[in-house]
């Protein structure tokens, strides 16, 4: 029988990556094609006829896209009609009042999706308690409607107050709109994020608006020249920002859950290693050209948001916390009053460092790796070959004011980024009172694993994670997950006078939703399961923590000790004596996708060993360059020693020594350990 | 002293940025308060051996530049008498500027038993001791708003003066929120402390403090570079704030600045002497103030170090409200320092048109609803009001935003409100034309509508009416607050400060706050902003043809031919 295989792409500006795993032995393979941002599908299908020269063979499909945000960061979403309620027609343009940054008299709030000449009112309104005050006004909808039809919107977003309590007024609004605007898309607020706060929820809803249209062109093409070349059209999937999958059919009624698609499936794939491995607890670092993405691994589970801030725009959606450093191989030096500065300004891919012969002239980060041997000038990501000679020259020219030479400006450089990259992670686990001493490190994408030993060291982290298929991991990490979904419902009270009854009541409600939902997705019913949690917080505070509720019999009990021992983990103190509210519950439907176990890679003709020169705190040292694809596992390598594969290179400093572990991953550590 | 090379220098530079925010991080997880974790009413910072500043966080801006002044404080009153391990609290108005709810924590840092620098955390303490719980509105002198700290050490190398803490516990409602409180701001400066150990194990104290002085020189060089662009002279401006809190009459503010050469100087005289009420400012304060309307002219994006600030100097008359003496009162201590802040920035404005902004609406504008009834529930809402800010030489100024002293506060959302206690949130919206006309406008204020639903307590705090933000370079001054109170029995007053009173429910309290001023002539700015402001509803289309000269057709297109032509 022919092999078949799980196929995964995560497709950024650049590069599009293809994993695939065989689904009999759960080996995996990786291949990177150039991108095509006018129609992704086309790299995705010419990375899997050169990887597997044949679509027939395809059980599963997942890719991580970029549409969605994309269309965000250029503005080039629907036009949207905002309808809300009459006397807070200005809640999403006044946004929450607080500056931006503190010591500037120039912010600017960022500009909504729908500006107010594009919001419309209508009076009605509910209380608090789901009471009507005051009826929906039918005639304030006529004139909405003639005005939308005038205006030619492309799509209509509609949050009225407390229609988390009551939604009858949207629902009455819908099903107005519907006939008198047909062809429209409506997005009503309480479908979207069934949650308080006008403001977040109106922006949620807005930003659906304006970007479903873009998502669902984008799927419907790729199912079309996808799709249709998968038997039986089956098994195209899509990451979400909350780490599960959905599938394409689902995400074209969910455009807001693919907005993080592509920077999840690192995440996802740090919490397989921790398995795979035993390591409860690590620091994923994905380190491309421009930013360094940091995220948490916390006892095994990914970190995760239930709500996230894109373009200062709020977004209710459940989110895995990828934190966002300006920081990477094309970060600029560069000189003020006598100092040398390193970023946040990067050169990108135009004019890009000056090793790429692009038109950079200012030194970065890459370069200063050229220079100290660090990065093999004649096999770099699109067998682009690097200039070594201008990027010694760049370096060399800024060091003459400091009277440096090329090499300890070139290490300087080094030290300058890795000293910030460490302090931003430092202050990312100390926020969440966590020590990065008790973390493993996990570095992936093109320039991580280069820089992670002294990244570890800055840290005083004692280990580190080169997991398999570096450069490719946001794509490996997206075979690794289940489908999963989301739903919540703004349920507000004292805890001690809440009954255990309205709480099950309320989660099978839930429950209800979510069985039908993956039902839906072709998930056979023995394959469901939930996880409820509930948002508590302590009288008068404001920030919420979720806590998980165990299935079963609801332990008022036990679930009010959870929150006190949780409260005092992350704050460091609790007050079990004072009074808790509860402000909203949470249910996580999962749907675990079959597959097979994870196997250690294939292996492929090594390249025979070499050795350069590679610079060390200043000093050249004699040091091996082995191909990765040679490695057995159980191999220890003792640095000084680089590790190639086709898209990432490992720096073992003289100091660490490096084993190649089962299923591939490079463990290293520092000799004395 | 060792050399720090220029790579070595970026790195302690770019650590102590890092230290601090660890600190401020290690504070918010910490706190009890939620005036702390959330409101961000906190500052720390890390400073070399003699109090000079290295890295700083805050959540307000206006603790830019206080925190520094502590150490010192500390410093002259404790001499030698500084170990391993030791904590100091202090909190005086008149030494450290603030109101008594500021309590400052400083911690000695030692490596190797030698001194080397010092961590403090300044956080804004729920209840201090005063005559009225949390806030007090009307107090007349110091003694009436809580308990005064000189610098008092109250950790002796690493152990707890029983007493003190004993003291503290006696003279707040707010016992385990207190001792809480101060508890993080102690780990703030721990962190701080565990933080230098790892970088100076490292590089060594000898190189750390050169490059301490790198780092202070860098600093003092960009901003005399800064002052030397701005050509010389002498610009004064004075306004007028409308009261002091408990009498009627107007209180006079008056800033002249001059630029000669790298400095900057500031002179204050001729500002009124010290009020009856709260609004007296500690001289520390207004030291922090003027930092804040510098930093926010000169450099902004720049971090706050040793070496900052060293090209301003400043002159306040002993006989002044913004230099507060026993036993003047200072709870309310910041409401004159955003006229202060305008009075400044327009005066820059002036000797560097490129960066002209015109004022802003100028308070924190606060309404305060509660209940102390304790059979119906105890319950209070209290938030500060955004305000439009002043039109700039090149842009519009942003409209309902929080004032420049405070930076994170956010408004309580209307479903929150409501859900939570039992008023109705009639209306929250952009208040048309109250931004002054310019050719580049004034930011808008807001209108904030609230129905009792119950009987309560109210309070209010609104100020600027009497020079509310003005315009710059031909542009108008914003519109003033207003405030309309309509009663049951439907009597309607308009007041601008209420001190806590009963509201029966029924009654109705619209909120107005102002705009800012524009900037420039309204007849150069063009017809499709006027049009589009008029579409957004920032203008109404009575205005634009009164102060813009433009008349926009019911189908919102501008009326060339009606219009007035638009100048340069």
């Known amino acids: 029988m022919p092999t078949h295989y799980r196929v995964s792409a995560d497709i950024g500006g650049t590069f599009t990556d293809i994993v695939y795993q065989d689904v009999n032995t759960g080996a995996c393979g990786a291949t990177k094609v150039h991108s095509t941002p006018e129609n992704p599908a086309l790299a995705v299908l010419e990375g899997i006829n050169t990887a597997l020269s044949s679509y027939d063979r395809i059980d599963f499909f997942v890719h991580g896209t970029t549409v969605g945000l994309n269309a965000l960061l250029t503005r080039s979403g629907a036009k949207v009609a905002l309808l809300t309620t009459r006397n807070f027609r200005d809640v999403y343009t006044i946004q929450g009042n607080n500056r931006g940054e503190i010591f500037s008299i120039r912010w600017n709030k960022p500009e909504p999706l729908a500006t107010l000449e594009h919001t419309y009112v209508a009076s009605g309104r509910i209380a608090s308690d789901g009471t009507e005050v005051e009826p929906l006004s039918e005639v304030d909808l006529e004139v909405f409607a003639r005005a939308a039809k005038t205006e030619g919107y492309e799509t209509v977003a509609v949050c009225f107050l407390f229609s988390y309590v009551n939604p009858s007024h949207e629902l009455a609004a819908k099903s107005y709109l519907e006939k008198r605007l047909p062809g429209i898309p409506i997005t009503l607020s309480h479908q979207v994020s069934p949650e308080w706060r006008e403001f977040e929820r109106t922006s949620t809803t807005v930003m659906d608006s304006y970007l479903a249209p873009i998502v669902r062109k984008y799927l419907a093409t790729l199912m079309n020249d996808l799709g249709t070349r998968l038997p039986k059209g089956q098994g195209l999937h899509i990451m979400e920002s909350n780490g599960g999958v959905m599938s394409a059919k689902t995400a074209t009624e969910n455009a807001l859950q693919t907005l993080l698609s592509g920077p999840v499936g690192g995440t996802i794939g740090g919490r397989t290693l921790a398995l795979q491995t035993g390591r409860k607890n690590l620091i994923c670092v994905d380190m491309g050209g421009t930013s360094f993405d940091a995220s948490l691994i916390i006892d095994g589970q990914p970190s995760r948001s239930n709500e996230t801030v894109l373009e200062g725009l709020p977004i209710q959606i459940p989110v895995v916390d990828i934190h966002i450093i300006g920081a990477g191989g094309g970060s600029l030096a560069w000189k003020e009053v006598g100092a040398v500065r390193v970023g946040p300004q990067s050169a990108g891919s135009i004019p890009g460092p000056v090793c790429y012969g692009t038109g950079g002239t200012e030194p970065t980060v890459s370069d200063a790796n050229l220079v100290l041997g660090r990065l093999n000038s004649a096999n770099f990501v699109g067998e682009m070959a690097l200039n070594t000679d201008a990027a010694t020259a760049s370096l060399a020219e800024m060091g003459t004011e400091f009277n440096m030479t090329a090499l300890q400006m070139a290490q300087g450089v080094v030290d300058i980024i890795n000293a910030k990259m460490a302090d931003a992670i430092r202050t990312i686990t100390i926020k969440r009172g966590i020590d990065p001493r008790d973390f493993s490190l996990v570095a992936f994408g093109g320039a991580g694993p280069s820089q992670a030993a002294a990244l570890a060291k800055e840290l005083q982290i004692s280990e580190v994670l080169i997991p398999v298929h570096p450069g490719a991991f946001s794509a490996w990490g997206m075979l690794q997950t289940d489908m999963q979904h989301d739903f919540k419902e703004t349920m507000y009270g004292f805890w001690d006078l809440t009954t255990p009854d309205a709480l099950t009541a309320a989660f099978a409600a839930l429950e209800e939703k979510g069985r039908a939902y993956m039902l839906a997705e072709d998930i056979r019913a023995e394959n469901i399961r939930f996880e409820r949690g509930i948002d508590f917080r302590y009288y008068g505070q404001e920030y919420v923590l979720t806590i998980p509720v165990p299935d079963g019999v609801i332990n008022m009990k036990k679930i009010r000790q959870s929150f006190d021992l949780t409260y005092d983990k992350q704050y460091g103190h609790s007050s079990p004596e004072a009074r808790v509210e509860m402000a909203n519950i949470r249910l996580a439907v999962i749907g675990t996708i079959p597959r097979p176990k994870n196997s250690s890679p294939l292996i492929i003709e090594p390249k025979p060993e070499c050795s350069r020169q590679v610079y060390f705190d200043g000093k050249p040292r004699a040091t091996r360059i082995i191909d990765r694809a040679s490695l057995a596992i159980g191999e220890c390598i003792i640095g000084p020693a680089i590790i190639e594969e086709g898209t990432a290179t490992t720096l073992v400093p003289p100091e660490w020594k490096v084993d190649m572990i089962a299923g591939g991953h490079l463990v290293m550590k520092n000799k004395g350990e | ?568």
């Not at chain 2, 700015?525 to 109404?540: L, P, Q, W």
Request: glycine share 12%; with cysteine.
């Open chain 2, 1 to 568: 002293m060792s050399k720090a090379d220029p790579i070595t220098t970026e790195v302690v530079r770019n650590f102590v940025i890092s230290c601090a925010q660890d600190m401020n991080a290690s504070l918010w997880r910490s706190a009890h308060s939620s005036v702390i974790y959330e409101g961000k009413d906190s500052a720390v910072a890390l400073m070399d051996e003699h109090g000079n500043m290295l890295g700083q966080s805050t959540g307000v801006p206006l603790f830019i530049g206080a925190i520094d002044a502590c150490v010192r404080i500390v410093k002259e009153y404790y001499r030698d008498d500084i170990n391993e391990g030791d904590i100091f609290i202090m909190n005086d108005s008149y030494m450290q500027g603030t109101h008594l709810h500021d309590v400052t924590a400083v911690g000695p840092i030692f490596h190797q038993d030698e001194l080397v620098g010092f961590g403090a955390a300044r956080a804004h303490w729920g209840d201090i001791g005063a005559m009225d719980p949390g806030s007090v509105m009307g107090s007349t002198n110091i003694y009436q708003e809580g308990i005064r700290l000189g610098p008092t050490r109250i950790i002796t190398r690493g152990k707890e003066i029983r007493e003190w803490f004993d003291h503290l516990r006696l003279n707040t409602r707010l016992e385990d929120a207190t001792i809480g409180d101060l508890s993080a701001q102690i780990a703030a400066i721990r962190t701080g402390e565990r933080r230098l150990a790892q970088l100076l194990n490292r590089i060594g104290t000898s190189v750390y403090r050169n490059a301490c002085q790198n780092i202070f020189k860098q600093s003092r060089q960009m901003d005399r570079e800064a002052i030397a662009a701005i050509p010389d002279g002498t610009w004064s401006r004075q306004g007028y704030l409308d009261d002091d809190g408990v009498g009627t009459d107007p209180v006079k503010v008056c800033l002249t600045l001059t630029i000669s050469g790298e400095q900057l100087k500031v002179d204050l005289t001729g500002t009124s002497g010290p009020v009856p009420g709260s609004i007296n400012c500690g001289i520390k304060q207004t030291e922090s103030l003027l930092r804040l309307a510098y930093k926010t002219m000169i450099n902004p994006e720049r971090a706050i170090t040793g070496g900052s600030f060293e090209t301003m100097e400043f002159h306040v008359p002993d006989n002044c409200m913004f230099n507060a003496t026993e036993p003047a009162a200072c709870e309310w201590y910041f409401t004159g320092l955003g006229l202060l802040a305008d009075l400044f920035i327009s005066c820059i404005s002036e000797a560097v048109p490129e960066r002209s902004t015109a004022a802003h609406y100028g308070d924190s504008m606060v309404a305060g609803f509660f209940s102390v009834d304790p059979e119906r529930g105890q319950w209070i809402a209290i938030e500060a009001t955004a305000g439009g800010w002043g039109g700039r030489a090149d842009s519009d100024g942003e409209s309902a935003l929080i004032n420049l002293v405070n930076g994170g506060f956010r408004n309580i959302p209307a479903e929150v409100y409501e859900t939570k206690f039992p008023v109705r949130v009639e209306e929250f919206a952009i208040r048309t034309d109250s931004g002054g006309a310019g050719k580049y406008r004034g930011g808008c204020g807001v209108i904030r509508r609230y129905k009792m639903l119950e009987d309560c307590h109210g309070a209010l705090w609104f100020e600027r009416s009497k020079t509310p933000a003005w315009g710059l370079n031909g542009g108008e001054n914003g519109t003033g607050p207003f405030i309309e109170i309509t009663h049951p029995d439907g009597q309607v007053e308009n007041i601008f400060k209420m001190r806590a009173r009963v509201c029966l429910a029924g009654t109705i309290i619209e909120t107005m706050t102002g705009g800012g001023g524009g900037n420039g002539n309204p007849k150069a700015r063009t017809f499709e902003n006027i049009s589009c402001d008029v579409a957004r509803g920032f203008v109404s289309r009575e205005a634009a043809r009164i102060h813009y000269g433009v008349v926009i057709s019911n189908t919102g297109e501008v009326d060339k031919t009606a219009s007035e032509p638009r100048v340069k």
